[in-house]
């Protein structure tokens, strides 16, 4: 049963950078997308990005010029940093696994979240 | 980037009915790469469904989902009191990989 535990700092000043690490325990590392979501107080969820084991990672447009993502295959890790935040990125971040089917990745898997205030 | 367009935003209904959502994308889903999630307060999404009408593992068959194109639905046949909560559509198959603002079933 694979689980995913998340951590970071929770409260941010504005130009500060938001660092995010989520450890994944109970299943391979390699064979999956690594993702990246949010959800701001009382709104929908907002998909910030992926990465896979190799590093190649894909990140939403709107978030592209901020955004990092990295891995350590040796801790079975993945990481999200995000500079320069505002109060408009204080939500909650989720960590999630994307599994593939027919070749593109849907999100299986959630870590429980991390709430994140600017 | 796909928009997605859930309705209704609350749907009020009692226990033992049925529940019709619907997420309307703004450009059609080739492959049907949309999947469900159910969220309750507090908690991460959970996923439901995938494929447009593929059931995840453990989720009782009173959840199932349809559609193509532009036009999918998720239907509860039978509510059971465990399933009142904030339901949100995704599509996976182009970046960024959107979501619906969600639509809350509530107890009337």
């Known amino acids: 049963q694979v689980q995913l535990q998340q951590w970071g700092a929770g409260l941010l000043k504005p130009s500060e950078t938001l660092s995010l690490t989520c450890a994944v325990y109970?299943?391979?590392?390699?064979?999956?997308?690594w993702s990246w979501i949010r959800q701001p107080p009382g709104t929908g969820l907002e998909w910030i990005g992926e990465i896979n084991h190799s590093g190649r990672s894909n990140y939403s447009p709107s978030l592209k010029s901020r955004v990092a993502m990295s891995v350590d295959t040796s801790k079975n890790q993945f990481s999200l940093n995000l500079n320069s935040v505002t109060a408009a990125d204080t939500a909650v971040y989720y960590c999630a696994r994307g599994i593939e089917w027919q070749d593109y990745f849907y999100l299986d898997v959630w870590g429980t979240g991390t709430t994140v205030t600017v | 980037e796909i928009v997605l367009t859930q309705s209704p935003g609350t749907l009020s209904l009692s226990p033992g009915e049925r529940a019709t959502l619907s997420c309307r994308a703004s450009q059609s889903l080739s492959s049907r790469f949309l999947a469900w999630y159910q969220q309750k307060p507090g908690q991460a999404p959970r996923l439901l469904i995938y494929?447009?009408?593929s059931r995840a593992t453990g989720i009782p068959d009173r959840f199932s989902g349809s559609g193509s194109g532009t036009d999918f639905t998720l239907t509860i046949t039978r509510l059971e009191p465990e399933d009142f909560a904030v339901y949100s559509c995704?599509?996976?198959?182009?970046?960024?990989?959107?979501f619906g603002r969600g639509t809350k079933v509530e107890i009337k």
């Open positions: 109970g299943g391979s590392f390699n064979d999956y997308y």
């Open positions: 995704q599509q996976y198959g182009s970046i960024p990989k959107t």
């Open positions: 494929g447009a009408s």
